[in-house]
């Protein structure tokens, strides 16, 4: 849905608006295995203001490409995704850093990139 609305629409709310996100959304998943749709979205979300995708924020926060981020620099950027002009990865407040450590404990117990990769164990480690 977030991919979708960044991708094809506007900023506001309206009854057309979101008409339009709910069809792209679909379109979207009827056409494009997850991977690719959190690949575009991770590509073209704000991350900071003015800073668009993971890679020009972890260039800007980390001076680092984003394959070379470690853990918990990208649990900290996705932590500020909810609000990215109000939360900062560079100068995380309390909140971002509790934010930060609970997505990373998900991303271990899921099985870390290998997850995302359809590499990880069947079942979680407890």
């Given amino acids: 849905q977030q991919t979708a609305k960044n991708l094809f629409l506007w900023n506001g709310r309206s009854f057309v ?54 853990p918990a620099q990208a649990a900290r950027l996705a932590a500020v995704l909810p609000s990215p002009r109000r939360l900062h990865a560079d100068r995380p407040s309390a909140y971002v850093m509790r934010r930060a450590n609970w997505i990373q404990q998900q991303m271990e117990q899921l099985g870390g990139p290998g997850y995302v990769d359809g590499r990880a164990p069947p079942h979680p480690p407890h």
Wanted: aromatic share 12%; proline share 6%.
């Fill in 17 to 70: 608006r979101k008409g339009l996100e709910a069809y792209f959304t679909v379109l979207l998943e009827l056409t494009w295995p997850k991977r690719r749709i959190l690949e575009v979205y991770m590509n073209i979300a704000e991350l900071g203001n003015g800073i668009y995708g993971v890679g020009a924020a972890s260039e800007a926060y980390f001076r680092t490409p984003p394959a070379q981020l470690g």
